[in-house]
């Protein structure tokens, strides 16, 4: 905090509140107009945030998320993490899939997404057998289902990895096996025709409410393919 070049803000929860929660938690009491994700120990490109706010602007767009270079413990190039990044583009809402993710640590996003709905309603995770969705799926969730996106294959971050990583390691089995579980064929105790029940309802009083107009009609949208996932999973 002394060191940097600008305001740092350090607080302490009363109470352990796990990653996604803490994570929101920090971006809840952001001040700024663009919030940004920093986790564990990896090196941001000097040029990330205007690299991403520059982007926003320029798109009309709500999220920023780029791919990733994999370091190792000692900061040794190992590899690409492209999160299926291949080019740079802008996606339309409702486009992405549905039950995707780009990690927290690539994503640069506008506060007014983080305010449409109260996350502590964001409902279960989409790939893990208890808990709530975490930070970065939530806002994964908001921005495919409502915004414009845009992807950036320039690497502006090096993605370390290490023996006590919190997310799975993004080479070799356990990513394959993390991953497998975002498909359709989710496992059935995932509950995702409920997750979709509820995403539709959140969507639905979005859609009612006083916020932004330009949100409205893309709330009904997904509000109809929400049922239609309801439909499609139960009949699995």
């Not at 109470?15 to 564990?40: E, H, S, V």
């Amino acid at each position: 905090r002394e060191r940097a070049p600008f305001p740092v803000t350090i607080h302490r929860n009363p109470t352990r509140l796990g990653y996604g929660a803490n994570f929101l938690a920090a971006a809840a009491m952001a001040k700024a107009d663009y919030i940004a994700f920093c986790d564990q120990d990896d090196v941001w490109s000097p040029y990330k945030l205007e690299r991403g706010i520059e982007a926003l602007r320029r798109e009309d767009a709500q999220l920023f998320v780029h791919t990733a270079r994999l370091i190792d413990e000692a900061g040794n190039d190992v590899g690409r993490f492209s999160q299926g990044i291949r080019q740079g583009q802008v996606v339309p809402p409702l486009q992405l899939a549905p039950w995707g993710v780009f990690y927290g640590f690539s994503m640069i996003f506008e506060r007014e997404v983080f305010q449409l709905i109260d996350p502590s309603r964001r409902g279960a995770h989409t790939f893990e057998f208890q808990g709530l969705l975490s930070h970065d799926l939530w806002i994964y969730f908001l921005c495919s289902s409502l915004f414009r996106i845009v992807t950036c294959d320039e690497p502006l971050v090096k993605y370390r990895q290490h023996g006590s990583n919190q997310t799975p390691h993004v080479r070799g089995a356990p990513l394959r096996r993390f991953t497998a579980r975002l498909g359709v064929k989710a496992h059935p105790e995932l509950k995702r025709a409920q997750i979709a029940e509820h995403r539709a309802d959140l969507l639905e009083q979005l859609s009612r409410s006083k916020g932004s107009a330009s949100v409205k009609p893309e709330a009904f949208r997904l509000l109809k393919r929400g049922q239609q996932a309801c439909s499609h999973d139960m009949g699995e």
